[in-house]
């Protein structure tokens, strides 16, 4: 069973920056997929931007130009640059694992994004 530990998350104003991290806690090279999801009040989970065990990438239209998702399988970890918030872009962010046969979520961690 992996456990997955988001942090970064945190105030910040519109235009501003914040990276996002993703902790495992056993390795993620057997992992196919890696995203970042979020979930606003009301609202449905949405998938925010995903990245293949060979660094393929996809993002949400809303994402895309603004975040960057990456990972570092030597370190267990991924991550999310998040660059020009949006008020709207506040939510709770999740990390998400994919292996065969199994599905792994963090606990989540708040971003807001308000003057």
């Known amino acids: 069973q992996v456990q997955l530990a988001e942090s970064g998350g945190g105030l910040v104003q519109p235009g501003g920056s914040l990276r996002l991290s993703c902790a495992a806690s056993?390795?993620?090279?057997?992992?196919?997929?890696m995203g970042w999801y979020r979930q606003a009040p009301g609202k449905e989970r949405e998938l925010v931007a995903q990245?293949?065990?060979?660094?393929?990438?996809n993002y949400a239209v809303s994402a895309r130009g603004r975040f960057t998702i990456s990972r570092e399988n030597a370190k267990n970890m991924l991550y999310l640059q998040m660059v020009s918030l949006k008020p709207e872009d506040t939510a709770v962010y999740f990390c998400n694992g994919i292996a065969p046969g199994q599905m792994y979520w963090g606990q989540g961690t708040q971003v807001t994004v308000s003057s």
């Open positions: 990245i293949s065990r060979a660094g393929s990438t």
């Open positions: 056993a390795a993620i090279g057997n992992m196919a997929f």
